[in-house]
Each structure stands twice: as structure tokens, then as C-alpha cells.
């Protein structure tokens, strides 16, 4: 028989019960006190609720759907402004994507880096940030930036705004607990803790300053980790961006704890890890705590650096052939920002400018993204996007590859040419191929369709970029310039499979 609701009231007030019994003789208290507890357990306390001075009892995960089905498609600030952006800049963004992009897919816009500091550089991590908190020493939006954020109201206005325009808002995090939270010992919400009983001071991220890391055998760690999601659910966040937390090194117990926060506060929320590269052995971690996770450190607009930051579009190769066939519903590898358009007004790296990638580069930046696939995250000023970058983020036909392609993988690699496969959805009988030339110079290639894995012949071509069909043909060869790339759905004659 099921239990009824009493049935199950009854029991909580008598594991209460049990529980103030203990309490009671540890103390050395008299024992019908123990009644008076239980009465006022019963008719005050919510069940699941702590005893005075009692740690609350574990809560499971709130049953949430599928996070993430296809790879998350949007604008982050980073590459336009840097850690510089403000609440203006931002609504102008999100209304400039619902107006040209939203139709297409594109539907996450997400406040990068330091949007608490008052006094932001470009290039953020600097050594004399001021710094925005609340009482319990959580981030909270400078509103010299961010106004609609005073009185307490933190991002809940602009994220209803973005959600006004039926989009998805999100934020960009670091690891850890606020150094100012740490020094001033200041109270951790819901909790016994300080934010010094959560810290670790001996840990800090590499390249940044705001924050000390966690101490994961603390109880409080976990204690800071859930104030914040709980904030962040008030404000209606729906993707959050941890940075200095998947590789440089890797946390895996900070990845955890914030999934459970996240969670336990029970709004549906993507998990993004960031910078890369990220351990390809811990795929099996981060698959069961987030949504996203980037594979490389930054990449820009160059084609090659040989150093470790940032890295270019010809760098990207190697990563992806690590990745390949390893994103699946509701995790993907993530090859990181677009930076396409105008990577202005303050560019997170360089100064200011239209993006240096030449046309050939730019659609074989965004071919080898839809055909690994990743997810799509915009990076530049998008009310100054061009009539040729909108024609790069609004071509269904190509988005569909990244959307809802499955079996994408490496093919061939030889001589500076690269062929990636993936298959469409099974009633389409369709398969994609992408080619590419990382060479300096113009190169021709030719292949036999069994080159290609596909073993019927007269298959018909059509190019996704050109939204072209080609005929059909029983072989394939393609002329590409230096860095170009082609992007074909692959057809078999009528009867034949793929």
C-alpha cells in the first residue's frame, strides 16, 4: 500500500522525534521535553528541515529535463567588450539577436567576466578591482554598470528582459568564494559557516584574483556553493559559465559541488566549463555534472600561434580530432567563442577591430564547429554585424549539421587536406562531408566515394553554404583556397543507402 500524506507526516514527526530524543540526552536534558519538540515539530517545521544547530538533512537532486538536447547556440560578451560590458550594451545585444537570430536557434545571451567589478579593464584579472557584494558575500552586479540591479534586485530585471524577448539569460562565474568574503569572515546564507570556514587560501586561480578556491572537506564549500545557486535561481539564470575550473588546473570536486547547488535550487540551469584544454580522461566526470566544456584554451582571430594563449582556427584541428565522437544529448565539447564580426568596442584580447580571419577562414571556422559538433557561442558586437556575418549565423542548412547531425567524426587527413563526416537524421537518408585545406596555398583534391565511406555511386551534391545543388556525380573533387573549406549533404539515388 502506498502511504498517504499522514502516513508520511507521521513518520517524518517521529524521525524528529527520534532525532530531538538524541539531542536531548546529549545534552542532559529532561526527557519530556522531548514532547514539547515533537509538538512544535509537528505543527511549525516544514519536513526536511534542520533542528536548531543541526546540519540540514541532504536533499536529493530535483528531477530536471534533459539539459542541453542540442549543442546551446548564443552571444557571450566576452570577445566584444571583455569584462567592460553594461546593462546597455547587453539589452542591445539580446534584442538584436531576437530581431536577426532567434528564428535560426540562437537563443542563450550570457554576461561574461567580472560583471561585479565596478572599475572593469578590458582584459579584466586586475590587481585593484572594486568590487560589488551582498551581506552574505555573494557577486552582485556593479550597478554602476547594471542599474536596474540596485536595491538587491541583482540581475532578476535584466534576465525578465532578455526573457521578454523570448530568450535564455546567462552568467560567467569563477570557482571559489570572494576573497573580500574570506578576509571579512562574512556570513555564508542559510548557514553556520563563515566564508573563511569554506576557503582554501592556499588556492587560488592562476591568472585571476578575485577569488580563493574551496576547501571541499568543509562542509561550508558546499554551504557557498548552494547560497549562490539559490541567488542565481532568484534571478533567473539559465546557463552559468564556471571558469579556472576545468583545466589549469582541474577541479573536479568544485565541478561537483556547484552541479549539486545548482540542483538542489532547483531551477533547470546549463553548466559550462571552462578555459581548456580539458582532460579528455575526465569525460565521464564532466558528463554526469555539465552541459558544456571547452577542449582548448581561447581561440582568436589568427590562424596559428605557437605559444599557449591564445590559439588560432589552424589549432583547433588537433583538438577536435581528440573530441571527435564524444558529444552525445546533453553534453558537448566545446571548441569556444565565434569571433567573428566586430570584436569591439573592448575586446577581451588586442584592441579593438573587425575580425582578422579573411572570408575563407570565417566559413571554415564555423564549418569545422557544426560538423565536430559544438556548441555555437557568439563573441562580438552584434548590432555592428555586416550583411556577410549575418549570412554565416542565419543559414539553416548549415546550422541543421551542428544541430542534428550524429556520428560526426574524422575521416582522412593528408597533405594539409582534412575530411570530416557526420550523418543526418536516419529518415533522410544524408550524409555530410566537410573539407578542408589548412595549407597556405590553393590546393585541389579528388576522392572516390569509398574514399569517403559511402559506397553507392551517381550520389547527388549539394553545397550547404551556397545552398546549391551540384547534381549528382561518382566522384568528387573540390578546389580550395588557401584555408577554405567546402560543406556538401551527400545523397544516394533513389533506392540506394548511405
Not at 316 to 338: I, S
Request: charged fraction near 20%.
Amino acid at each position: 500500500m502506498q502511504p498517504t500524506l499522514r502516513h508520511k507526516k507521521s513518520r517524518q514527526v517521529a524521525a524528529s522525534c527520534a532525532r530531538c530524543d538524541r539531542r536531548h540526552k546529549w545534552n542532559g536534558r529532561p526527557m519530556k521535553l522531548t514532547v514539547l519538540c515533537c509538538v512544535c515539530w509537528l505543527f511549525l517545521c516544514p519536513p526536511g528541515l534542520a533542528l536548531p544547530g543541526e546540519l540540514p538533512p541532504s536533499q536529493p537532486s530535483v528531477d530536471l529535463p534533459l539539459l542541453a538536447s542540442t549543442p546551446p547556440m548564443g552571444w557571450n560578451s566576452w570577445d566584444g567588450y571583455g569584462t567592460t560590458v553594461n546593462e546597455e550594451q547587453v539589452k542591445a545585444n539580446a534584442k538584436w539577436m531576437a530581431d536577426h537570430l532567434k528564428a535560426f536557434g540562437w537563443q542563450y545571451v550570457v554576461v561574461d567576466m567580472e560583471w561585479f567589478v565596478a572599475n572593469p579593464t578590458a582584459e579584466g584579472n586586475s590587481r585593484t578591482s572594486q568590487y560589488s557584494l551582498d551581506d552574505h558575500g555573494r557577486y552582485t552586479p556593479a550597478v554602476n554598470r547594471f542599474p536596474s540591479a540596485a536595491n538587491g534586485a541583482g540581475f532578476k530585471p535584466l534576465a525578465d528582459y532578455v526573457h521578454s524577448l523570448g530568450l535564455r539569460f546567462g552568467i560567467h562565474i569563477l570557482r571559489g568564494i570572494p576573497k573580500q568574503a574570506v578576509v571579512n569572515r562574512i556570513a555564508i546564507s542559510d548557514s553556520s559557516y563563515s566564508a573563511a570556514d569554506a576557503a582554501d587560501t592556499s588556492d587560488t586561480c592562476p591568472w585571476n584574483f578575485d577569488t580563493f578556491g574551496t576547501n571541499p572537506s568543509q562542509p561550508a564549500a558546499q554551504a557557498y556553493y548552494d547560497s549562490i545557486a539559490r541567488l542565481y535561481a532568484t534571478w533567473g539564470v539559465d546557463l552559468i559559465k564556471v571558469d579556472c575550473v576545468s583545466s589549469n588546473p582541474y577541479n573536479g570536486n568544485d565541478i561537483r559541488m556547484i552541479r549539486q547547488a545548482l540542483d538542489k535550487a532547483g531551477r533547470p540551469v546549463v553548466l559550462s566549463l571552462s578555459p581548456g584544454p580539458a582532460p579528455v580522461e575526465k569525460l565521464d566526470e564532466m558528463r554526469k555534472y555539465a552541459q558544456m566544456w571547452r577542449i582548448s584554451n581561447d581561440i582568436w582571430d589568427i590562424w596559428h600561434n605557437d605559444g599557449a594563449y591564445p590559439k588560432g582556427l589552424g589549432d583547433q584541428f588537433d583538438y577536435v580530432a581528440q573530441w571527435a565522437g564524444r558529444a552525445e544529448p546533453g553534453h558537448w565539447p566545446d571548441a569556444d567563442m565565434l569571433p567573428l564580426g566586430r570584436l569591439g568596442p573592448a575586446a577581451g584580447w588586442g584592441a579593438p577591430r573587425d575580425t582578422r580571419l579573411t572570408r575563407d577562414e570565417q566559413r571554415t571556422l564555423m564549418t569545422l564547429w557544426v560538423i565536430f559538433p559544438s556548441p555555437l557561442m557568439l563573441g562580438g558586437e552584434l548590432p555592428a554585424a555586416d550583411a556577410w556575418t549575418l549570412s554565416l549565423l542565419t543559414n539553416p542548412e548549415v546550422i541543421a549539421v551542428d544541430q542534428h547531425s550524429s556520428d560526426n567524426h574524422l575521416l582522412a587527413s593528408k597533405g594539409g587536406i582534412v575530411v570530416w563526416t557526420a550523418r543526418a537524421p536516419s529518415d533522410q537518408n544524408v550524409r555530410y562531408i566537410a573539407i578542408f585545406n589548412l595549407s597556405n596555398t590553393a590546393q585541389t583534391a579528388t576522392f572516390s566515394w569509398k574514399d569517403l565511406g559511402i559506397s553507392a555511386s551517381q550520389n547527388g551534391l549539394r553545397d550547404l553554404w551556397e545552398r546549391k545543388d551540384l547534381g549528382r556525380a561518382d566522384a568528387l573533387t573540390v578546389n580550395l583556397p588557401a584555408h577554405g573549406s567546402v560543406l556538401y549533404a551527400v545523397t544516394a539515388p533513389a533506392g540506394a543507402k548511405l
